[in-house]
């Protein structure tokens, strides 16, 4: 199971017992914000894109949308988002439970500066009702990401910073 994946992925840091697990689905932004009591902009989702022959991922606030000219200025190619089948061969994670950690394959994540206006959010944690809370620098560590990028829109109004 995925979950397991992760806390196994996350015990190298200890944080394995950190993950929250829900009694209600929280695959999405609005349901996982509900489930861990936070705004959804806090809320970080991980998508899941085509690159080249195999796969990338960003993670971002959940109040974030890509932004297609951002992306393929970042990238240099258009933001393509794998289809579900395609996302659970890759990461290992089904469609509402993908975050960045114990992944299945190999494969460049990336952070979107979206996330940095928050002390902590909140990723999935391999299945469609659970979570972990972590700082931008942990989401930096335990997912291995290349780099920071800026590749989302909708969401600078927001400088709640909570």
């Known amino acids: 199971m995925a979950i397991e994946k992760v806390r196994e992925h996350l015990k190298q840091w200890n944080r394995d017992k950190d993950i929250m697990e829900f009694e209600t689905s929280s695959a999405t932004v609005e349901l996982a914000a509900q489930a861990a009591g936070v705004e959804p ?4 989702k991980t998508l899941s894109f085509k690159d080249g022959e195999g796969a990338m991922l960003i993670v971002t606030a959940g109040d974030a949308k890509t932004d297609n000219v951002k992306f393929k200025n970042e990238f240099g ?34 952070l979107d500066v979206s996330m940095k206006r928050f ?19 942990e989401m930096e560590q335990y997912s291995s990401s290349k780099k920071w990028v800026d590749v989302c829109k909708g969401w600078e109004n927001d400088e709640s910073g909570e």
Do not use: W
């Not at 902009?41 to 970080?44: C, D, L």
């Not at 190619?77 to 395609?86: G, T």
């Open 41 to 44: 902009a806090r809320i970080a």
């Open 77 to 110: 190619f258009k933001a393509s988002m794998l289809k579900p089948d395609e996302v659970l061969f890759y990461t290992g994670h089904a469609v509402g439970g993908v975050c960045p950690f114990g992944l299945q394959t190999d494969m460049p994540v990336y």
């Open 119 to 137: 002390k902590t959010v909140f990723p999935a944690a391999g299945s469609g009702n659970s979570a972990i809370e972590l700082t931008c620098e």
